[in-house]
Structure formats: C-alpha cells, structure tokens
C-alpha cells in the first residue's frame, strides 16, 4: 500500500514534535521525581536541622535535590508555599496554625526543633525596664502573625497587661535591632538570632522568657505534595535524620556551621545550645499548642471570629 504524500508530510513533521515533546517531559517528570524547593527562615536557629542537611550534602546523598529557599521569617515561608512558589516550608506551629486556616489542604509532615526558649523579650534597662511588668507604657517592637507575637501576648497575660498597656511596634526580624538600637523601640520580643543582635546593639540589655509558650519548629505542604511525592519525602527525611544525629555527636563542627548561617557569634550559641531540641518527632504538646493558638487567633482579630474550628488531628499525622 502507497503512503500518501500528505501522509508522508504528516509524519515527517510529527516525529520532531515528539522528539520535543519527550525531551520536555524527561525533564518535567525528572525535576519532580528529584528537585524539592524548600522555603526557610534563613537567620533562625531553630533551622539549624536544614542547614546541616544541606551544607553537609545529606540529602544528595539521598538521591534528591532540596534547594532553600531564603526567608526572614516563617510567616513569609509560609506565604511563599501558598503561593505556589515552593513545594513546602518551615515555621513555627503558630505560622502554620495561621496558613491552616487560609488553606485547608495543607499537612503538617514533621517536627524539626522544639524549645521554651525559643521566644524572648529583650528589654532596655535604661528605658526603666528591669521587671517584665515595667513593660506598661512601653513601645515592644514585634513581627505581628509571628511566634513572637504569640508568646508576647500570653506572657502579658502573666502579669495581667493587655494591648491597651503596651505599644506594639509591627517591624520585620532584620529592623528589630536598629530600632531597638536607635531608641524608637523600648523592647523586642522575637527569636534568634534576632533576641541577641537585640542584645548586641544597646549597653543594658535585660531577657526575659518565662517559658510560657513550648515552640514547635515544623515543616508543611500540600495534601496534594505529600500524596505524589512519598519517596521524596522519605529520602528527605532520611537525610533530615542524618542531620539530626550531626547536631547531636558532633554538635562543635555543627555550631561552627550554624554561627556561619546565622552570624550568631559561637560564644553566644554555645551557652544557649542546649535549649533547643532536635528531633524529627511530632511533639505531643503540638496539638495542644494549635488549639491554644487557634483561640487566641480568634480573640485578636488574627483569624475570623466566625471561621470553625480545625480538626487538627486530622492535619498532624
């Protein structure tokens, strides 16, 4: 049977699209099968896991690709992953208690570091501030939507100070110091490394943490992510846990990484080292911390009054 001309024509011209099309196709479903983007809080400590993971090369060891996407803080993390500009992030269980309620697909995968410590407030002692209830009256510079936030509220509860007692002053991690520094501030609630550039920046620097607020450092993403992409996330994990047991045997090497990542001086790091904990558990405070989260949220105008209430066993498995 003679080809037709037109047929020929048709045939010629298919197999250069085909040849496009599969070459595309390898490289989609390559990507997907091995390249992961991470958002990140890029100055915190509490991120000490990931960092380790990639300097020390433990997921290619994997077999995958994580690339860390910079932050300033866990709220922007978590932004850029409801976006769709990373496939997941890292943040506090406040952050995601927040993004959960923006977005019902989302999943908590694991924990990575935990601490009472976490969240501190820095004060000026020659502001008048040598007690934490010399706090009234005072401008309290803090990122609004943050762990900081949180914790500043119910150690405020503490002393039976309100919002109406203080000032709060909304500024990014990065501003904290030179506000602070330059006297537009009287005090900082936040994270590290921030609490001790806070520390650094004036000549009498007061801390305060009443270890009120246990703070769960985790990872996120989609339903839809976690679903198709077991196997990345189990080599994930398994190069995450490697980190973990370098933090923990060989913790002076992984201080020098952690100084570097972080410009926190190893001095400093070194003597408040061991109020983190490193662990890939699910902590079992987390839901408590959610649904405590979740009703603060609520009486502060940081979620809707009317929204439900969140299962959130059903989102921490």
Request: charge should be neutral; hydrophobic fraction near 40%; glycine fraction near 6%.
């Amino acid at each position: 049977m003679i080809m037709s001309n037109t047929k020929k024509l048709l045939i010629v011209c298919a197999i250069p699209l085909l040849i496009i099309l599969g070459y595309f196709s390898y490289k989609y479903f390559k990507q997907d099968k091995n390249s992961l983007k991470l958002g990140i809080d890029a100055g915190a400590i509490v991120s000490a896991p990931l960092f380790i993971a990639d300097e020390m090369g433990f997921w290619k060891d994997e077999g995958i690709d994580v690339k860390l996407i910079n932050f300033t803080s866990g709220k922007e993390a978590v932004g850029a992953l409801l976006s769709g500009s990373v496939d997941f992030a890292s943040m506090t269980d406040l952050a995601f208690m927040i993004a959960a309620h923006r977005d019902s697909s989302l999943r908590l995968i694991m924990t990575i570091t935990s601490s009472p410590m976490t969240h501190q407030i820095v004060c000026n002692g020659d502001r008048g501030i040598h007690n934490i209830s010399d706090l009234r009256g005072k401008k309290i510079g803090v990122t609004i939507g943050t762990g900081g936030h949180y914790y500043l509220d119910k150690t405020l509860a503490t002393i039976n100070l309100t919002n109406s007692d203080i000032q709060k002053i909304n500024l990014s991690p990065p501003n904290l110091s030179s506000a602070f520094a330059n006297g537009s501030i009287d005090a900082v609630c936040s994270w590290q490394p921030y609490i001790y550039n806070c520390f650094e920046a004036i000549t009498d620097p007061i801390i305060f943490n009443n270890q009120e607020y246990n703070s769960a450092f985790v990872l996120a993403s989609t339903n839809d992510f976690v679903l198709k992409n077991k196997v990345n996330l189990t080599a994930f994990y398994a190069g995450l846990q490697k980190a973990i047991n370098y933090l923990i045997h060989d913790k002076d090497a992984a201080m020098l990484i952690i100084s570097k990542r972080t410009r926190c001086e190893i001095t400093y790091l070194k003597s408040i080292w061991y109020d983190y904990n490193f662990s890939l558990e699910k902590r079992k405070f987390l839901i408590n911390n959610l649904k405590s989260q979740e009703e603060w949220g609520k009486k502060n105008n940081v979620l809707d009054r009317n929204e439900k209430d969140i299962i959130w066993t059903d989102l921490v498995k």
